[in-house]
């Protein structure tokens, strides 16, 4: 059985797939559920959920639509963790692979870089780097990234390590194959499913971390997103707490949901790896 059929028959795996497929039609959707600028005043301030048919999640401080803001923050928080996570697998998975592959002095070096990024608390990376840089969506996805390559590289380091010393690389070092050939087509390819189960889990301190920086101010002002809503309901949380409870419930929802297809994913590739050993 193959492991998207293992995966679906996981309950925890099924469930954020579930989330995820939600969160991907909301940002999909957006345009079309609320065409225009989610930031636009759209009508009276502070209107409370379920008041006005034209505006089911209420408004803001400002008159701008809740329900708008959170179908284009779920779009702004999948653009953002795919992206962070896409970069930081890359980085990481290259950086492993040349440690793990090399040896010898090439691998010392790259561990102690490694080692190096793993000292310092992601998200103070990314605080840094924005706030020195400046605030733009690239900009941001760079910060996370550079805080979340580090544990892919260790990671990929250890599975090469072990898979190098199988007898079906030491038949391909025989019969003449090139040392690069080796590296992607026998060790890389046997190497990446633990590896790729551990994205799931970097897409959500994506989204964690890009939210933050947004409520401390430091995210794109120009898009919405859910740590900017978070933060706008911040000085009417007595009077109007749902400007914060529903985006804060759509990021814990979020970040619940990529969890659980991290561990459907998981225990479905962990499951294909000991068949195969």
């Known amino acids: 059985m193959s492991w998207p059929r293992r995966l679906l028959r996981r309950p925890e795996g099924l469930a954020g797939l579930a989330i995820l497929l939600v969160l991907l039609s909301a940002g999909l959707l957006a345009s079309i559920i609320s065409p225009g600028d989610p930031l636009r005043i759209a009508g009276r301030a502070l209107l409370a959920p379920f008041t006005d048919r034209a505006f089911p999640l209420g408004t803001d401080r400002l008159g701008r639509d809740v329900l708008a803001g959170l179908l284009y923050g ?3 928080s999948l653009v953002v963790g795919l992206a962070a996570a896409f970069s930081a697998m890359i980085l990481g998975v290259c950086v492993g692979m040349a440690a793990g592959f090399a040896g010898g002095i090439v691998d010392e070096a790259l561990m102690r870089v490694v080692d190096a990024f793993q000292i310092v608390p992601g998200f103070l990376l990314a605080l840094a780097f924005v706030s020195t840089i400046g605030v733009s969506t690239p900009i941001i996805v760079l910060a996370i990234a550079l805080g979340a390559w580090a544990d892919p590289a260790r990671l990929t380091r250890a599975q090469v390590l072990a898979i190098r010393e199988q007898d079906y690389v030491a038949s391909a070092r025989v019969i ?10 026998e060790i890389l390819p046997n190497a990446l499913p633990p590896v790729l189960a ?5 897409v959500a301190g994506a989204i964690l971390t890009e939210a933050a920086l947004s409520f401390l101010g430091l995210g794109n002002p120009n898009i919405a997103t859910w740590g900017s809503m978070i933060a706008e309901g911040r000085s009417v949380l007595r009077s109007a707490s749902y400007l914060s409870i529903i985006p804060g419930a759509a990021l814990a929802v979020t970040v619940l949901g990529v969890h659980l297809f991290s561990e459907g994913l998981g225990k479905a590739l962990g499951n ?3 068949r195969a050993a």
């Open 74 to 76: 779920a779009r702004t």
């Open 176 to 185: 003449g194959m090139h040392p690069a050939e080796i590296a992607f087509r």
């Open 198 to 202: 551990l994205s799931a889990t970097i």
């Open 272 to 274: 294909d790896g000991a």
